[in-house]
């Protein structure tokens, strides 16, 4: 049986060099907020980012997926219309980090990870300067 993936998570990914889409390698990686629900394998939740490209509000997007042993694939939709987006990635440092890949429709791909959040976590910083708020476990 997998380790629950339910709780809340801070992540970073990555836009992908030499794109033509991206061509000077311009876009600047972002930070997210996570938090996810696992009930028996199948994952839901939520994710909050900021809007790195067009300095607009922040981003939300819905989570399905489903973890089998220590592999967890999701599809994240953003709530304002656009294209979804595949994760597929593996659970690593006894079940406190998620690494892999994100993926569009077509060629554009990037790498990704998440951190579980707790006490200890700050703020996620990008290279842009701007920080997002990360929920604290105050339950230890």
Do not use: C
């Amino acid at each position: 049986m997998s380790a629950t993936v339910a709780g809340s998570w801070t992540g970073i990914y990555f836009y992908p060099e030499d794109h033509p889409d991206n061509p000077d390698d311009l876009w600047p990686p972002t930070a997210f907020v996570a938090e996810l629900i696992d009930r028996g394998g199948v994952i839901t939740g939520v994710v909050r980012e900021p809007d790195m490209l067009h300095d607009g509000p922040e981003r939300t997007a819905e989570i399905e997926g489903m973890v089998t042993g220590d592999a967890v694939v999701f599809t994240k939709t953003p709530t304002d219309g656009a294209d979804q987006i595949e994760y597929a990635g593996t659970l690593i440092d006894e079940g406190r980090r998620i690494e892999g890949q994100w993926h569009i429709a077509g060629d554009w791909s990037g790498r990704f990870r998440m951190d579980r959040a707790g006490s200890t976590r700050p703020a996620e910083t990008v290279e842009a300067g701007r920080t997002m708020d990360v929920p604290v476990d105050s339950g230890r």
